[in-house]
């Protein structure tokens, strides 16, 4: 919609409450957000499609829109899970955060993206949310973009990595219809039938369309390594013992892959490969794969590979517990380049941009684009073309014509559970029970206090940052301890019971805080100049354990809680 002053503006209905009703024209539809659970649905595929306008606003309007300046677009921040085990006196409980996908979770986004025509001049697109607009640049060399998403399959269970065939008309993906997860081809054209491409139950996943629609690639999770199989169907052939994530070159002569397997690329907050995962390439027709990537540079796991147009680059993902970037790296190795925060990069058919999952402020997730050079250098700022809410867009594939993007999406519930086990035999004596039922992104890492009364964890929710709270043994009595606008996360407890001790991401630095639990007075107890995940106070108090990357791969480190001085643990 074009305003009266010249801006594009661009509006999530589910979001934003307007003070103009918006007029459409006949027979178009306006934008519609849609929620719908059930009990028996994890993921289905999503196809969106980006249609070129040719309209464009009058000068005027151009000329007002080119006054206007921007604010900064938000910085993205990832998000994580932990699992905890604590005791009490007189039993031993086992206390841990569960994070599900519902059978048929799904957040279908329908947000429509319009960027002035002529985007040579300066115009800007505004996006709707809850509290204000957000201006974004657009890019250069669109005129006008349409966002419109449309469901692709119905199963009741888990469809999973979609890829494009090369001439856009049919899809392959991953299913587990059948109880395993095998590798199947729908047709696009209303009506048509699928195909059924493995079969034998060795959970494949992955599958990646060769440019010449001859072949398609995928993961074999248990034979391992990456296979390839006719398109039309036939027996399949192992390329590689190891890796996953395959990703064919434009001319169809290798394949780029992470070296490490599928992992926990399942679950609806990973992101992505952890160490000590490297690029690699092969050939097609196989042979010796080549390392690309060393591990450290960058720090981090690195995987989802994806090939520049011209074959000169790769762009990949780098990926640890507390933060994913996307970057670039040429076929023989040397320093990467960065290109963004964000996930799964795709390079768009044209060379000339590359698509990512975006991982927007306080959980709003999305698709993305970022301009870049020739040389894998990133020109500008990147520009979010759709939305899903919480909802984790995975394996993201483009069309060869660059109009349509599909992928598949999950969404979780996560709650707090707790389960009575014996002290002597550490077996359960009785059935989970939940500590806490609501819609939180998550509940997570939970922590006894040292009488074990009392339970310590954070709450993260889409729109608000992420606290610390506080609830009895039985879950009754929930209490949120701290309010910063900033992430506060993971409750360690001090030994008198009567402080707590988490990370703060306050003025942008990770740092730990304290908490009195009388007076809720916040301290800040200790700023690390390094990476910290995961840390815990011992039981004295004395002492942090946590995780860092700060040697190129994760390990164990300890620093007194009133010191600077770090040690690393070898095993």
């Known amino acids: 919609m074009i305003r009266h002053d010249g801006y594009a503006k661009v509006v999530d209905f589910g979001l934003v409450k307007l003070t103009e009703t918006p007029q ?60 905890q085990e604590a005791t009490k006196e007189s039993e031993t409980a086992l206390l841990f955060s569960t ?13 429509i993206v319009l960027l002035l025509a002529g985007g040579l001049v300066g115009g800007y697109v505004y996006f709707g949310t809850k509290t204000a607009e957000k201006q974004i640049k657009p890019q250069p060399t669109q005129s006008s973009l ?34 395993s997860f095998e590798i199947y ?18 959970q494949n996943f992955e599958p990646a369309w060769s440019p010449d629609g001859k072949l398609v690639a995928y993961h074999s999770k248990l034979r391992g390594g990456i296979w390839l199989v006719p398109a039309l169907g036939g027996p399949s ?24 397997g599928i992992g926990d690329d399942l679950g609806s907050i990973s992101s992505g490969a952890l160490l000590p995962s490297t690029i690699w390439t092969v050939s097609a027709q196989g042979g010796e794969p080549k390392q690309i990537t060393k591990v450290g540079s960058p720090a981090g796991g690195h995987g989802s590979p994806s090939w520049s ?123 989970p029970v939940a500590l806490t039922q609501d819609t939180s992104y998550r509940n997570s890492h939970p922590n006894f206090s040292p009488d074990g009364s009392k339970i310590a964890f954070h709450v993260r929710r889409v729109g608000v940052n992420q ?14 301890l701290t309010t910063n606008p900033h992430r506060d996360e993971r409750p360690s407890w001090f030994p008198g019971g009567d402080r707590i001790a988490f990370i703060s991401f306050r003025g942008r630095r990770q740092e730990l805080w304290t908490v009195d639990l009388k007076s809720r007075r916040e301290t800040p107890l200790l700023e690390i100049q390094q990476d910290m995940t995961f840390p815990h106070l011992s039981p004295d108090g ?4 946590f995780n860092s990357k700060k040697s190129g791969i994760t390990n164990l480190w300890l620093v007194p809680s009133r010191g600077r001085r770090t040690e690393t643990i070898d095993f």
């Open 467 to 480: 606290d610390i709270w506080l609830l009895e043994e039985t879950g009754s009595a929930p209490l949120q």
């Open 237 to 260: 052939k192992q390329l590689t013992e190891f890796g996953s994530y395959p990703a064919w070159s434009s001319d169809g002569s290798q394949i780029a892959f992470q070296s490490t």
């Open 542 to 545: 004395k002492q942090i354990l």
């Open 146 to 179: 349409e966002v419109r998403t449309t469901q692709l399959t119905t199963w009741a269970g888990l469809d999973f990595h979609p890829s494009f065939s090369p001439d856009g008309g049919s899809i392959a993906y991953s299913s587990d219809r059948t109880g």
């Open 309 to 431: 147009a011209d074959g000169k680059r790769i762009a990949f993902g780098c990926y640890d517990p507390e933060r994913s970037d996307i970057w670039s790296v040429t076929l023989e190795g040397g320093q990467p380049t960065f290109i963004a925060k964000g996930v799964e990069p795709t390079y768009a058919p044209d060379g000339e941009s590359i698509y990512f999952v975006s991982i927007g402020e306080n959980l709003n997730l999305g698709i993305s684009n970022i301009r870049v050079s020739d040389a894998g250098e990133p020109s500008g700022e990147p520009v979010q073309i759709a939305t899903t809410g919480t909802a984790r867009v995975k394996r993201l594939s483009i069309s060869a014509d660059g109009k349509k993007l599909s992928y598949s999406a999950l969404s979780l519930k996560s709650n707090l559970l707790a389960v009575p086990v014996s002290p002597q035999t550490q077996e359960p004596l009785g059935p």
């Open 24 to 83: 459409s024209e006949a027979g178009t539809e306006l934008p519609t957000q849609a929620l719908r659970q059930t009990d028996t649905g994890l993921t289905d595929l999503l196809r969106t499609r980006q249609r070129l306008e040719t309209a464009a606003p009058s000068p005027a309007k151009i000329e007002a829109a080119r006054k206007k300046a921007p604010p900064a677009p938000p910085e993205i921040e990832p998000t994580e899970k932990l699992v």
């Open 99 to 111: 994070s599900t996908a519902p059978r048929r979770s799904w957040l279908v986004p329908a947000v």
């Open 185 to 202: 081809v729908k047709q696009l054209t209303p009506g048509s039938s699928e195909i059924q491409l493995t079969n034998g139950g060795e």
